[in-house]
């Protein structure tokens, strides 16, 4: 896998006298291009496309992603208020930790909470039921670490050995899914199909129960 820039583009001609400095400027165009590809994946696929506020927070375009994707992700409080605040569809919230005075707003402004581990899910399981009591509606997920690695890059790697990112497959029992409604595994980037299917094939092998 190499990343590579796509070139100038439309800024090639760009007149830069034309915006006032510093800013940032963004070609609305390419990133509806990007979007439609997203969105066409989603579609075929029947899967739900989220963009991710720590890869690409620029609120301004919020509702031009709205025009295309589910939703959004939040890794914690701060980008969970934002996506509340500017963007539209589902949010989902996931963060290796949680600070336990963050945990209620989180509950209450997410979709969907993914937790780290079933220990992790234990600890907050009374701020969980309060938040439930007062009628908040929210699914629970969560993240698994497939002990498989795809990445070519080793630091970059969620998957490597000795990583805290996810819960360990191997380890995973019948009890620790009570409650739970999704997994999230999170190991590749910019990658094709075909690694996603080794990823899933490596949960399948580990697992001593069916997972669906």
Not at 4 to 12: E, L, N
Not at 48 to 69: C, H, Q, R, T
Not at 141 to 147: D, F, S
Request: include cysteine.
């Amino acid at each position: 896998m190499e990343t590579k820039a796509a070139g100038p583009g439309s800024f090639a001609r760009f007149d830069l006298s034309r915006v006032p400095s510093p800013c940032f400027v963004v070609d609305e165009a390419a990133v509806r291009r990007n979007l439609a590809v997203l969105k066409d994946v989603g579609d075929r696929g029947g899967a739900k496309v989220l963009l991710a506020l720590k890869a690409f927070s620029m609120w301004s375009l919020a509702d031009v992603v709205g025009e295309y994707l589910d939703g959004v992700c939040a890794s914690g409080l701060w980008e969970a208020r934002l996506a509340r605040e500017h963007y539209s569809g589902e949010l989902t919230t996931y963060s290796p930790a949680y600070k336990r005075e963050d945990l209620p707003e989180i509950l209450a402004l997410s979709d969907t909470v993914i937790f780290n581990s079933p220990d992790q899910l234990a600890r907050f399981k009374d701020e969980i039921a309060a938040a439930r009591q007062q009628g908040q509606v929210f699914e629970i997920g969560l993240r698994l670490n497939p002990e498989h690695s795809e990445s070519e890059v080793e630091k970059y790697d969620p998957c490597q050995r000795g990583s805290r990112l996810g819960f360990p497959v191997s380890q995973l029992r019948p009890e620790h899914l009570e409650g739970i409604d999704g997994l999230h595994i999170h190991a590749l980037c910019e990658q094709d199909f075909e690694p996603l299917r080794r990823v899933w094939e490596a949960v399948e092998s580990k697992v001593g129960f069916p997972v669906s």
